[in-house]
């Protein structure tokens, strides 16, 4: 049995913010075919927005928000042959163990897959063992692939669910040496964290611009005022920028990542996944090193990659240039074609896929491996230590009225409010 795209698949897509959504949907066209699987948004603080979703661009069959245990429940009342859960990993512990005991009766249940929607850059070993349990844990790279295998290994655990393939969004045809598109600062949410790094490289990229009157340097925004991605952000580009005066060349800039790629000749950032999708384009890409090197800004990931410069250089004309093996290492600009690296994937999956029945799921946390840390962790999403459904939890079977949608935008509000506003105040007084 093999998937192509003749293949009709039901899948269905997990996702808890609108990057994660993008990863899971483009996942299940990449791996099971599917061009438009059934969605389902995690309800939490970083569900995306109508117009996140249209930015993301990546269309639905369905689309719907839900609890842990109302997803648990659709799982159970609708037959799919693929499930991909696009989410944190806590998240992912959870739904793997809530599937596991809505699906220990099943005659047949789906495959489960997850992964990760970019650099993997921290809490490696927590991130993998909160993955462990899905039949088929996506590896982007080579790099990570090792790495993962390394992961499971060290604890026993079965590492067969881990299968190299690629970051899913690296579309577009290579760049042609354009000398003439935008520069491109790809700006995160929480990299960096402090108000005045942020504020340096919002300068810095404002300078370029003044430095450079007939180039366009465009601040790639990830999301509006109110409105949450995959992480927090205290200080939003948006609200720093009326500090400071942009030269008329300098624009805070929405849209489509690959979009804004297609006519870039320079990708600046600090360790944003979208410098692997400028990669793929062949987009030159500086991974800056003007706050240093260090872990905590995941551009030490970028290690060995010949993209790591500063503004500086920048400033000055330097162009970088990747090291082609380090690029294929992680997945990118690699000597063989694109849908290629599907391949592995789709293979474990069509081999599950063909037995008349899949193994009940098998986290390598228990209560016997881990009864100090599981428990919190399900029961976050209303989930008992057996992965049954706590007593009161929240209802999917009818959709919110009103008053409880007004109720919700006003709890997200106010949590928007404390982590942009509140926070940050509490944090500086603590560094008196």
């Given at each position: ?158 590492s067969a669910s881990v299968v190299e393939c690629a970051l899913p969004f690296l579309q577009g045809e290579p760049a042609t040496g354009k000398t003439e598109g935008p520069v491109v600062f790809a700006v995160q949410p929480s990299v960096p964290e ?76 600090v360790s944003s996944t979208a410098a692997l999708e400028a990669l793929h384009r062949g987009v030159p890409t500086a991974v800056l090193t003007d706050l240093g090197i260090r872990e905590a800004l995941g551009n030490h990931a970028f290690l060995g ?33 694109y849908e290629s690296a599907f391949d592995a994937a789709r293979a474990r999956i069509a081999a599950l896929l063909a037995r008349p029945q899949l193994p009940p799921l098998a986290p390598y946390y228990t209560l016997a491996t881990a009864p100090g ?60």
């Open positions: 049995m093999s998937i192509s795209k003749s293949k009709s698949l039901r899948v269905a897509v997990l996702a808890d913010s609108d990057t994660r959504w993008k990863w899971g949907a483009l996942t299940a066209a990449r791996v099971a075919g599917c061009e438009e699987p059934d969605g389902f948004l995690l309800r939490g603080r970083a569900t995306p927005t109508a117009r996140q979703l249209r930015e993301v661009g990546v269309r639905a069959a369905s689309l719907r928000e839900v609890t842990a245990n109302g997803f648990v429940r659709a799982m159970g009342e609708t037959e799919y042959d693929v499930v991909v859960l696009a989410l944190v990993g806590g998240g992912v512990q959870a739904l793997v163990h809530g599937l596991r005991y809505a699906w220990q009766e099943a005659a047949k249940r789906p495959v489960l897959v997850t992964g990760y929607v970019g650099v993997v850059y921290e809490k490696l070993a927590d991130g993998l063992l909160l993955r462990h349990g899905a039949d088929v844990v996506l590896a982007n790279s080579r790099d990570d692939a090792e790495r993962f295998r390394a992961v499971y290994e060290g604890v026993g655990a079965d402090r108000r005045a790094d942020r504020l340096y490289l919002l300068r810095r990229a404002a300078q370029h611009a003044r430095l450079h009157p007939g180039r366009e340097v465009l601040v790639k925004l990830r999301s509006r005022p109110g409105e949450h991605t995959t992480h927090i952000e205290e200080q939003p580009y948006q609200k720093l920028a009326r500090s400071i005066e942009l030269p008329p060349n300098c624009r805070l800039e929405y849209g489509h990542m690959g979009t804004i790629l297609d006519t870039a000749s320079l990708l600046v950032t990659s010949g993209c790591l410069t500063s503004w500086d250089a920048l400033d000055a004309g330097h162009l970088p240039k990747a090291d082609p093996a380090w690029a294929a290492r992680q997945g990118v600009a690699s000597d063989r074609p840390y599981l428990p919190g962790i399900l029961a976050r999403h209303h989930l008992a230590p057996d992965g049954s459904p706590l007593p009161g939890a929240p209802s999917d079977t009818r959709p919110p009225g009103p008053l409880k949608q007004v109720v919700r935008q006003a709890a997200r509000g106010a949590y928007r409010h404390g982590v942009q506003r509140v926070a940050p105040v509490i944090r500086r007084m603590g560094e008196l």
